[in-house]
C-alpha cells in the first residue's frame, strides 16, 4: 500500500510518528534540560558531598601513602617514614593554608584532632630534619594516639561511608561499623521523633479532615462550594503568616492564653505552655496541612454516590453500618492519597518547627539546616538530607503507585 | 446529608446538629487564626494580644502606625522591593518553559514520559530542605549563591510543576479535531497555536501563573540558604522577625499578604468557571 507521495504507507507513517514524538521533545526538552541544571544537579551535588571525602588524600596525600603499611591493630605509633611523610605535608598545606581545613574535617569524626593541627602547624616551620617521629611526639602528644592515626588513615580514600554512618549514629572503630554509645545518638533518635511527629499530624489531619470532606461532599453545591473558601484561604496564604498567627494565639502572653484567663479557667500565673514545644509543631502544622488531607479526600469522598448508602439503609442497616461498610470503604483511596500527602509534606517540614518547635519540636530538617549553616559540616548535613530524601521518595513511590502523580490536582 | 428526612427519630437528629456543630468548630479551626492577625494588625500598642481597649472598641485603641512602620522601615521596603523584583521574573521563566513542556507533554506520543514527568515534577516532591541545600552547595561551586538570579533560577525550578500539571490539566479537556479544523482551513500549525489553542488553555496558564508566583512570593527555606542580605524578601523578613525582634509590623505585613491571597482566590475560581464555561460544561 502507498501514501500519496508514493512511499510505503507503513514507511511513510513510522515516520510521521517519528516526526511527532521528536516535536514532541523538542517542545519539552528546553524545560527539562532547565529543571536538569537548576534542581537535579543540585541534588546529585549533594549525594556527592555525603560520599566525597577527597579534601585528606589531597592535603596529605605522603601521610596517606606512607600510611598504609600500617596497622592499627598492631598497637604502636607508626613509624618514622609516616612522620616523615606527614612533616612533607603538613609544611606544604601550612603555606598554602589547607591544614586548618584538613583540622576541622577529621575533628568532626575525632574531637580533638582540629586544635592537635591547629598547634602543630604554627611549630611545623622549626621542624629539623631527620628524626621527625619524636620531634612531632614532643611537639603534641595527640601523635602519639593511636586513635589520632586510625581516624587518618579510616579517613585517607577519596570517598568515605564516614558521614552516613554519622547520620545513622554509628562509627567506624578500626573493626567494623558500630553504634555509638547511647548518650551520643541523636540522629537516630531525631529520625524518629520526625517520623512518630509526621504520623501524629498526619493522624489529627485525617481525624479533622474527614468530617470535614464529607461535609462539602454532601452539602448542596453552591454551600459546598461557599464553604470551600474556608478550606482554600488558609491553603492560599503565605506560611509565614498562618506561622505568625498561631504565635499569636499559642505563646504564653497570646491570645488563647489572655482569653483562658480572663474567663477564669486558668490562673493568671500558670498559663499553658503551647509553644516552644511538640504540642506547639503539632497545632499549628495540622492547621498548616489539613488542606492538603481536605482536598484529596473531597475529590474522592464526590465521586461516591449517595445511592449506596440510600440502598444499604433501606436494606436495614443502621447508619453507623451503612456509613463503616458501604461508604468509609469507598473513601479509602481519598485517605491513603491524602494521609501520603500530607505525611510527604510533614517529614520535610522546617520553617513551622524552627518558629513553633523549641528544642523538643524540631524536625531532622531544623538539624540539616543546622549542619549547613552553622556547623559547617556540609557531608554530614548532606548524609542527613540524603536519607530524608530516600524515605519522601518511597512514600512519593506509593503516592504515584496509589494516585498517579497525573491525578494531582491544584485548587 | 441534603437535610435531615422528616422520619428522623431522635438519636439522629441530635446527631446530625451535633455533627454540624463539630464541622462548624472545625472550620473556625481553620480560619480563626487567619482572622485573628487582622484586627490585631490595627493594634495600638506594640502587643501580639487584644488590648483593654481593642476589645471595648475604643478607637484610641487602634491605630494604624504598624502599616505606616511597614510603609517607612527601609528593612521592610527593601524586603518588598526584593520579593516584588523576585517573584515575577521566576514566575515568567517557570511560565514560559512550563507551558511550552506541558504542551509538548499532552502529544499523544512522547517517549520516556514516565521519566521526564517524574523529573519536571520533582521539585514539588523534594523536601525544601534538600532543594535548599542542595542548591546552596551547587550554587556556590559555580558563583551562583547569594544572588538575584541564583535566587530566581533556584524559584523558578521549584514554580514549574505547578504550571506543566494547571496547563496539562488544561490540555486534557483540550479537543484536538478544533487543531485539525484550523489545519484543514489553511491555517499553519503557529497561527492554530496562537488562534485555536492558546486563547482555550490561557485559564490553566494564568493559573499555573499564579501557583508559580505565589510558590516564589511566599519561598523561604531556599532564599535563606542561596541569598544574601541583598536578596532578603518578605517572607524572610517575616522569619527572621519572628525569630528575633517581634514586632506587630509582622502581623500588618501579614494582613496585606492575606488580601493578596484572596484576591488571588477570586481569580483562580473566576479563571476555573470560565474555563469550564468555554468547554461547554456546567460551572459548579
Given at each position: 500500500?502507498?501514501a500519496?507521495d508514493?512511499?510505503?504507507?507503513?514507511?511513510?507513517?513510522a515516520?510521521a510518528?517519528?516526526?511527532?514524538?521528536?516535536?514532541a521533545?523538542?517542545?519539552i526538552a528546553?524545560l527539562?534540560l532547565?529543571?536538569v541544571?537548576?534542581?537535579?544537579?543540585?541534588?546529585?551535588d549533594?549525594l556527592?558531598?555525603s560520599?566525597e571525602?577527597q579534601?585528606?588524600p589531597e592535603t596529605?596525600?605522603?601521610?596517606?601513602?606512607?600510611l598504609?603499611d600500617w596497622n592499627?591493630?598492631s598497637?604502636?605509633?607508626?613509624g618514622e617514614?609516616?612522620?616523615a611523610?606527614?612533616a612533607?605535608d603538613?609544611q606544604i598545606?601550612?603555606?598554602?593554608k589547607?591544614?586548618t581545613?584538613v583540622?576541622?574535617r577529621?575533628?568532626?569524626?575525632q574531637?580533638g584532632?582540629a586544635?592537635?593541627?591547629r598547634?602543630?602547624g604554627?611549630?611545623?616551620?622549626r621542624l629539623?630534619e631527620?628524626?621527625?617521629r619524636?620531634q612531632?611526639?614532643?611537639?603534641?602528644?595527640g601523635?602519639?594516639?593511636?586513635?589520632v592515626w586510625?581516624t587518618?588513615?579510616?579517613?585517607?580514600?577519596d570517598?568515605t561511608?564516614?558521614?552516613?554512618?554519622n547520620?545513622v549514629?554509628?562509627?567506624n572503630?578500626?573493626?567494623g561499623?558500630?553504634?555509638?554509645?547511647?548518650?551520643?545518638q541523636?540522629?537516630?533518635?531525631l529520625?524518629?521523633?520526625?517520623?512518630?511527629?509526621?504520623v501524629?499530624?498526619?493522624?489529627t489531619?485525617?481525624?479533622?479532615?474527614?468530617p470535614?470532606?464529607w461535609l462539602l461532599?454532601?452539602?448542596?453545591?453552591?454551600t459546598?462550594?461557599?464553604?470551600?473558601?474556608l478550606v482554600l484561604?488558609?491553603?492560599w496564604?503565605s506560611?509565614?503568616?498562618?506561622?505568625?498567627?498561631w504565635i499569636?494565639?499559642?505563646q504564653q502572653?497570646?491570645?488563647?492564653?489572655d482569653?483562658l484567663?480572663t474567663i477564669?479557667?486558668l490562673?493568671d500565673n500558670?498559663?499553658?505552655?503551647?509553644m516552644?514545644?511538640?504540642?506547639?509543631?503539632?497545632?499549628?502544622m495540622t492547621?498548616?496541612?489539613l488542606?492538603?488531607m481536605?482536598?484529596p479526600?473531597?475529590?474522592v469522598?464526590?465521586?461516591i454516590?449517595?445511592?449506596y448508602?440510600?440502598a444499604?439503609k433501606?436494606?436495614?442497616?443502621?447508619?453507623w453500618?451503612?456509613?463503616?461498610?458501604?461508604?468509609?470503604?469507598?473513601?479509602?483511596p481519598?485517605i491513603?492519597?491524602?494521609?501520603?500527602l500530607?505525611?510527604?509534606v510533614?517529614?520535610?517540614y522546617?520553617?513551622?518547627?524552627?518558629?513553633?518547635?523549641?528544642?523538643?519540636g524540631?524536625?531532622i530538617?531544623?538539624?540539616?539546616?543546622?549542619?549547613?549553616?552553622?556547623?559547617?559540616?556540609?557531608?554530614?548535613?548532606?548524609a542527613?538530607?540524603?536519607?530524608?530524601?530516600g524515605?519522601?521518595?518511597?512514600?512519593?513511590w506509593?503516592y504515584d503507585?496509589?494516585?498517579?502523580?497525573?491525578?494531582?490536582?491544584?485548587g | 446529608m441534603?437535610?435531615?428526612?422528616?422520619y428522623?427519630?431522635?438519636?439522629?437528629?441530635?446527631?446530625?446538629?451535633t455533627?454540624?456543630?463539630?464541622?462548624?468548630l472545625l472550620?473556625?479551626?481553620?480560619?480563626?487564626?487567619i482572622?485573628?492577625?487582622?484586627p490585631?494588625?490595627?493594634?495600638a500598642?506594640?502587643?501580639?494580644?487584644?488590648?483593654?481597649k481593642?476589645l471595648?472598641l475604643?478607637?484610641e485603641?487602634?491605630?494604624?502606625k504598624?502599616?505606616r512602620?511597614?510603609?517607612t522601615?527601609?528593612?521592610w521596603?527593601n524586603a518588598?522591593y526584593?520579593?516584588?523584583?523576585?517573584?515575577?521574573?521566576a514566575t515568567?521563566l517557570?511560565?514560559?518553559?512550563?507551558?511550552l513542556?506541558?504542551?509538548?507533554?499532552s502529544?499523544?506520543h512522547?517517549p520516556?514520559?514516565?521519566?521526564?514527568m517524574a523529573i519536571?515534577?520533582?521539585?514539588m516532591?523534594?523536601?525544601?530542605?534538600?532543594s535548599?541545600?542542595?542548591m546552596?552547595?551547587f550554587y556556590?561551586?559555580i558563583?551562583?549563591?547569594?544572588t538575584?538570579w541564583g535566587?530566581?533560577l533556584?524559584?523558578a525550578?521549584?514554580g514549574t510543576?505547578?504550571?506543566i500539571?494547571t496547563?496539562?490539566a488544561?490540555?486534557?479537556?483540550?479537543?484536538?479535531?478544533?487543531?485539525?479544523?484550523a489545519?484543514?482551513?489553511?491555517?499553519d500549525?503557529v497561527r492554530t497555536?496562537?488562534?485555536v489553542q492558546?486563547p482555550l488553555?490561557v485559564p490553566g496558564?494564568i493559573?499555573?501563573?499564579?501557583?508559580?508566583?505565589?510558590?516564589?512570593?511566599d519561598e523561604?527555606?531556599v532564599?535563606?540558604?542561596?541569598?544574601?542580605?541583598s536578596?532578603k524578601?518578605?517572607?524572610?523578613?517575616m522569619?527572621?522577625?519572628?525569630?528575633?525582634?517581634i514586632?506587630p509590623?509582622?502581623l500588618a505585613?501579614a494582613?496585606?499578604?492575606?488580601?493578596?491571597?484572596?484576591?488571588l482566590?477570586t481569580t483562580?475560581?473566576?479563571?476555573r468557571r470560565r474555563?469550564e464555561?468555554?468547554?461547554g460544561?456546567t460551572?459548579q
Amino acid at each position: 500500500m502507498l501514501a500519496a507521495d508514493g512511499t510505503p504507507l507503513k514507511a511513510s507513517l513510522a515516520r510521521a510518528l517519528r516526526r511527532q514524538k521528536l516535536r514532541a521533545l523538542m517542545l519539552i526538552a528546553p524545560l527539562l534540560l532547565f529543571v536538569v541544571l537548576t534542581f537535579i544537579a543540585p541534588i546529585v551535588d549533594m549525594l556527592w558531598r555525603s560520599i566525597e571525602n577527597q579534601l585528606v588524600p589531597e592535603t596529605l596525600p605522603r601521610t596517606v601513602e606512607a600510611l598504609k603499611d600500617w596497622n592499627p591493630k598492631s598497637g604502636e605509633v607508626p613509624g618514622e617514614a609516616v612522620f616523615a611523610a606527614l612533616a612533607a605535608d603538613l609544611q606544604i598545606a601550612v603555606k598554602a593554608k589547607t591544614h586548618t581545613r584538613v583540622a576541622s574535617r577529621l575533628n568532626y569524626e575525632q574531637p580533638g584532632i582540629a586544635s592537635l593541627f591547629r598547634q602543630s602547624g604554627r611549630k611545623v616551620k622549626r621542624l629539623e630534619e631527620g628524626n621527625y617521629r619524636e620531634q612531632f611526639l614532643d611537639m603534641h602528644d595527640g601523635w602519639g594516639s593511636i586513635a589520632v592515626w586510625s581516624t587518618i588513615k579510616r579517613f585517607s580514600g577519596d570517598y568515605t561511608a564516614g558521614y552516613f554512618l554519622n547520620a545513622v549514629d554509628m562509627e567506624n572503630t578500626g573493626d567494623g561499623a558500630q553504634f555509638k554509645s547511647e548518650d551520643q545518638q541523636i540522629y537516630l533518635f531525631l529520625f524518629g521523633r520526625t517520623f512518630l511527629l509526621s504520623v501524629t499530624i498526619t493522624f489529627t489531619c485525617l481525624l479533622l479532615g474527614y468530617p470535614l470532606a464529607w461535609l462539602l461532599a454532601t452539602l448542596p453545591v453552591r454551600t459546598s462550594n461557599l464553604l470551600m473558601i474556608l478550606v482554600l484561604l488558609p491553603f492560599w496564604t503565605s506560611l509565614l503568616v498562618r506561622t505568625s498567627a498561631w504565635i499569636v494565639l499559642l505563646q504564653q502572653e497570646g491570645v488563647i492564653n489572655d482569653t483562658l484567663v480572663t474567663i477564669g479557667i486558668l490562673d493568671d500565673n500558670n498559663r499553658l505552655q503551647m509553644m516552644f514545644n511538640q504540642t506547639g509543631t503539632i497545632i499549628a502544622m495540622t492547621h498548616i496541612l489539613l488542606p492538603f488531607m481536605i482536598l484529596p479526600l473531597y475529590s474522592v469522598m464526590k465521586t461516591i454516590p449517595p445511592s449506596y448508602v440510600r440502598a444499604a439503609k433501606s436494606l436495614g442497616a443502621t447508619d453507623w453500618t451503612a456509613f463503616w461498610r458501604v461508604y468509609f470503604p469507598q473513601s479509602v483511596p481519598g485517605i491513603g492519597a491524602g494521609a501520603i500527602l500530607v505525611f510527604i509534606v510533614a517529614i520535610g517540614y522546617y520553617i513551622t518547627p524552627e518558629l513553633v518547635g523549641g528544642t523538643d519540636g524540631i524536625f531532622i530538617s531544623n538539624r540539616i539546616a543546622y549542619h549547613i549553616s552553622s556547623s559547617l559540616n556540609w557531608g554530614l548535613g548532606a548524609a542527613l538530607g540524603v536519607i530524608l530524601l530516600g524515605v519522601v521518595l518511597i512514600f512519593y513511590w506509593t503516592y504515584d503507585k496509589i494516585v498517579g502523580i497525573d491525578n494531582v490536582k491544584l485548587g | 446529608m441534603a437535610g435531615l428526612p422528616p422520619y428522623a427519630s431522635t438519636g439522629q437528629r441530635v446527631w446530625y446538629y451535633t455533627f454540624r456543630f463539630i464541622c462548624a468548630l472545625l472550620f473556625l479551626f481553620l480560619i480563626i487564626p487567619i482572622l485573628v492577625i487582622i484586627p490585631l494588625s490595627f493594634n495600638a500598642e506594640d502587643f501580639f494580644t487584644f488590648t483593654k481597649k481593642m476589645l471595648a472598641l475604643d478607637p484610641e485603641g487602634y491605630s494604624l502606625k504598624h502599616y505606616r512602620d511597614f510603609l517607612t522601615n527601609t528593612d521592610w521596603q527593601n524586603a518588598l522591593y526584593n520579593s516584588v523584583r523576585i517573584a515575577p521574573m521566576a514566575t515568567l521563566l517557570s511560565v514560559s518553559f512550563g507551558t511550552l513542556a506541558a504542551i509538548g507533554l499532552s502529544q499523544s506520543h512522547v517517549p520516556f514520559r514516565g521519566v521526564i514527568m517524574a523529573i519536571l515534577i520533582s521539585p514539588m516532591i523534594v523536601p525544601l530542605i534538600i532543594s535548599a541545600a542542595g542548591m546552596y552547595f551547587f550554587y556556590s561551586r559555580i558563583g551562583l549563591q547569594g544572588t538575584y538570579w541564583g535566587v530566581v533560577l533556584a524559584h523558578a525550578a521549584l514554580g514549574t510543576p505547578f504550571v506543566i500539571i494547571t496547563v496539562t490539566a488544561t490540555l486534557v479537556g483540550f479537543d484536538k479535531s478544533l487543531v485539525r479544523a484550523a489545519a484543514n482551513l489553511g491555517a499553519d500549525p503557529v497561527r492554530t497555536f496562537f488562534k485555536v489553542q492558546m486563547p482555550l488553555i490561557v485559564p490553566g496558564v494564568i493559573s499555573g501563573a499564579l501557583f508559580a508566583f505565589i510558590t516564589s512570593f511566599d519561598e523561604v527555606v531556599v532564599v535563606l540558604f542561596l541569598g544574601s542580605a541583598s536578596q532578603k524578601t518578605l517572607p524572610w523578613q517575616m522569619f527572621t522577625g519572628l525569630r528575633e525582634q517581634i514586632s506587630p509590623t509582622i502581623l500588618a505585613v501579614a494582613t496585606i499578604l492575606v488580601t493578596i491571597s484572596i484576591l488571588l482566590l477570586t481569580t483562580l475560581e473566576y479563571l476555573r468557571r470560565r474555563s469550564e464555561r468555554l468547554r461547554g460544561m456546567t460551572p459548579q
